[in-house]
DNA sequence: CTTCGTTATACTTCGCCGGATATAACGGAA
DNA sequence: TTCCGTTATATCCGGCGAAGTATAACGAAG
């Protein structure tokens, strides 16, 4: 069990944003609704779990599906609450190479980070 | 010498940013201010050298002085084209780090990044 | 002590992005 | 065929950050 010092400071992290001009392509929010989309199979769970609009979260679905060679999201309507919306085979790519990404960037970055974080104002 | 095969896009890739509740800490755009002031030595310069307003830069770096635990940017004012800015030893400290963070980051996302990248729309 | 280019800061305006609202389209279930 | 919850999309509006304007403070140089 890991004694946490005394820091109360919590959500100060690296993140990582791909972008081209300006928009954000891919980064942690659009991450994590790939990911809730998968898990819950609609937008408007995987909105209301992540405590957005379902319009915004209908938004950044189609920036991601305009951003890449291929749509990385599925959407079904009609049918009461049978509306689907599914990750293709492109979409599930995407999310586990930028997971990669995270993982791999926060191992080699670790020293480096800890360090600067000391520095940080508390 | 490398080929640049037939790829147009230029600023495609990924950034790395130090958040805190919705507030950027530390980012592409600050270091560079940075580092443009350590080799400048005052915000004017830094500021045109970066096309961005003096207001601008003067704001990032109050910024930057006000999220760590010491002042990174020292500026001194008087004297007809004397006004000075320069780096503190904690200021060179922190430019320092987020370079190495890029630089590690950058390296081991690359093999994830190349794959991703090609699935970007052209 | 005047000049001048820089740092420092208040104020105001403008653009625009986010979110709320409203409504249509859809199709499985009953 | 009717109901209903979801997806889809236009429209409107407010708040907030970006940027411009203005002005003061400063101090080395001459």
Redesign the interface.
């Known amino acids: 069990m890991k004694k946490r010092s005394s820091r109360p ?1 919590a ?11 300006e928009d954000i ?1 891919l980064g942690p929010g659009k991450a994590d609704l790939l990911e809730a989309i998968q898990r819950l199979g609609g937008l408007r769970g995987a909105a209301d779990e992540l405590g957005m609009s379902y319009m915004r979260a209908w938004k950044l679905v189609q920036m991601l599906n ?4 291929a749509p990385l999201v599925l959407t079904e309507r009609g049918g009461a609450g049978h509306g689907k919306a599914s990750l293709t085979p ?1 979409g599930k ?2 999310l586990a ?2 997971r ?2 995270e993982t ?2 926060l ?3 670790k020293p ?2 800890k ?2 974080r000391s ?4």
């Open positions: 400071k959500t100060i992290r690296p993140r990582i944003r791909i972008t081209r001009a392509l305009r951003g890449f060679r492109m790519s995407v190479l930028y990669r990404m791999f960037s191992a080699a970055m480096a980070w360090r600067l520095l940080i104002a508390p």
